[in-house]
């Protein structure tokens, strides 16, 4: 009988880190066969009004050295059709500083605002995970309520 061949220790760093994502959506109650994509390899859920989507993301790069990242993002609002762009730009900066480990970001292409955090997953632990996890689940869920309360013209 052969001797089945080693697991990378980056395997098994990303293998822990999926295992606590999943603990993490059971503590709070949802079912992690319901809210965890297997073909996109993603989980999703509702938190309030902010959708929430987890994925991990895996860098590998020319010399075949690989990075994986945690990345958790929140749709927040449709981008503006407004004159006062630089106002609504400023103030997604504001927030950028104020809220730590939230940033608000834009995809290329995309016509949307939307909450996001990453992570290298390198070391991370329950605690950690369970910490950002949540507090990104609150500052999404009063991010988009607040900025559409203050740029009503926008949406």
Partial sequence: MENPA??????????????????YV???GLNRLQAYNP?????????????????INRLTFADG???????????IMDMPQTTKLLEFYRRLLELNDEKL?????????????????ERDIKGMDYNELTT????????ADVLDDMLKEEFPNLN
């Fill in 39 to 55: 073909v996109n390899k993603n989980w999703l859920w509702k938190k309030g009004t902010a959708n929430i989507e987890v994925f």
């Fill in 101 to 117: 480990g939230i940033k608000l970001t834009m995809q290329k292409g995309a016509n949307k605002i939307w909450a996001t955090f």
């Fill in 26 to 28: 059971e503590s709070v």
């Fill in 65 to 75: 050295h690989r990075r994986d990242f945690i990345k958790i993002f929140s749709p």
């Fill in 6 to 23: 080693p697991v990378h220790p980056i395997d098994i760093n990303y293998m822990q880190v999926t295992e606590m994502v999943h603990c």
């Fill in 132 to 139: 950002f996890i949540s507090d990104f689940e609150y500052w």
